[in-house]
């Protein structure tokens, strides 16, 4: 399989549960998660040559993430703040930076294994627990959804920040920013 096609592949895989979830258990309709695994695959290959000239890995999720909550979520969906449109604008970020970045963690060669293997357990196993949970938990779907994916999507942020930072000092402020993003969705679900 050539890169690009993995690339592409890894970054659908990272949020296809997140899109089944919102689009088939929540929404009931599965052509709109079918024109979303699509639009994450050309997005996948949009970032892989734009990755492909961008060399430093924090730059590259910030931008990934900000492309995602900024253009996406914001102006084609929607979800800007004050919309009246529900959205975790902390998860948003997040869900479209691990679609940029983890096909990049994976086609790097500086990646311990062990991390590797971190992030592809978190995926497998968001994506075969969460479907079931957001049928079964006591609360609405949407609320489920969102909870979950939130969950999702600010874990896969804290397994990256050895791939995005240099140092342990990086590391430490890095991981700060994570904790201020994780009150702020709280307080983005409470308020919702």
Same mark, same amino acid.
């Given at each position: 399989?050539?890169?690009?096609?993995?690339?592409?592949?890894?970054?659908?895989?990272?949020?296809?549960?997140?899109?089944?979830?919102?689009?088939?258990?929540?929404?009931?309709?599965?052509?709109?998660?079918?024109?979303?695994?699509?639009?994450?695959?050309?997005?996948?290959?949009?970032?892989?040559?734009?990755?492909?000239?961008?060399?430093?890995?924090?730059?590259?999720?910030?931008?990934?993430?900000?492309?995602?909550?900024?253009?996406?979520?914001?102006? #084609?969906?929607?979800?800007?703040?004050? !919309? $009246?449109? +529900?959205?975790?604008?902390?998860?948003?970020?997040?869900? /479209?930076?691990? *679609?940029?970045?983890?096909?990049?963690?994976?086609?790097?060669?500086?990646?311990?294994?062990?991390?590797?293997?971190?992030?592809?357990?978190?995926?497998?196993?968001?994506?075969?627990?969460?479907?079931?949970?957001?049928?079964?938990?006591?609360?609405?779907?949407?609320?489920?959804?969102?909870?979950?994916?939130?969950?999702?999507?600010?874990?896969?942020?804290? #397994?990256?920040?050895?791939?995005?930072? !240099? $140092?342990? +000092?990086?590391?430490?402020?890095?991981?700060?920013?994570? /904790?201020?993003? *994780?009150?702020?969705?709280?307080?983005?679900?409470?308020?919702?």
């Amino acid at each position: 399989m050539s890169k690009t096609r993995r690339y592409m592949l890894l970054g659908v895989a990272t949020m296809a549960s997140a899109e089944f979830q919102g689009n088939v258990l929540l929404r009931g309709n599965l052509i709109d998660f079918f024109l979303a695994m699509a639009l994450y695959a050309v997005i996948s290959r949009v970032a892989y040559t734009i990755g492909e000239r961008v060399r430093n890995d924090l730059w590259f999720y910030i931008g990934g993430g900000l492309f995602g909550l900024l253009f996406i979520e914001w102006y #084609l969906i929607g979800f800007y703040p004050g !919309s $009246g449109k +529900a959205g975790i604008h902390v998860a948003m970020f997040t869900n /479209w930076a691990a *679609v940029f970045v983890v096909p990049r963690l994976f086609a790097s060669e500086r990646v311990e294994p062990s991390m590797r293997n971190r992030v592809k357990w978190t995926i497998i196993t968001y994506s075969f627990a969460a479907p079931p949970l957001v049928l079964a938990l006591p609360i609405p779907r949407g609320g489920s959804v969102a909870i979950l994916m939130t969950l999702y999507s600010i874990t896969l942020s804290f #397994l990256f920040v050895p791939f995005l930072t !240099s $140092g342990d +000092a990086a590391a430490k402020k890095m991981r700060k920013i994570l /904790w201020i993003g *994780v009150a702020a969705a709280v307080i983005n679900i409470l308020v919702w």
